[in-house]
Nanobody
């Protein structure tokens, strides 16, 4: 139905930056929200940020506001995550997700129906 492919993960030193991309394909929806989550070893999945396709409104985890920025290109059905001033504790697998038919942003993983395979981010100290 919907396929999500993340890219841009890799290794970076503390203080560095990475830009993740998530391209959506398959079924087209009139509107949806797209979000980023992450999961570090031994920890539960954590909300990072989300954006509305229609309005462009954004939502961030409070602890990440100012370092991470989400954006989207509706023509390409792609969402981006710009990560700056990376810290070792940012090391995790990062997943993008889509909540079809939604306009109200959500930080809850159950609001998202489709998930990508994830891309690994490793920040060294």
């Amino acid at each position: 139905q919907v396929q999500l492919v993340e890219s841009g993960g890799g290794w970076v030193q503390a203080g560095g930056s990475l830009r993740l991309s998530c391209a959506a394909s398959g079924r087209t929806f009139s509107d949806y929200i797209m979000g980023w989550f992450r999961q570090a070893p031994g920890k539960e999945r954590e909300f990072v940020t989300a954006i509305s396709r229609s309005s462009g409104s954004t939502l961030y985890a409070a602890s990440l506001k100012g370092r991470f920025t989400i954006s989207r290109d509706n023509a390409k059905n792609t969402v981006y995550l710009q990560m700056n001033s990376l810290k070792p504790e940012d090391t995790a697998d990062y997943y993008c997700a889509v909540g079809p038919g939604r306009r109200l942003l959500s930080s809850t993983h159950t609001s998202y129906d489709y998930w990508g395979q994830g891309t690994q981010v490793t920040v060294s100290s």
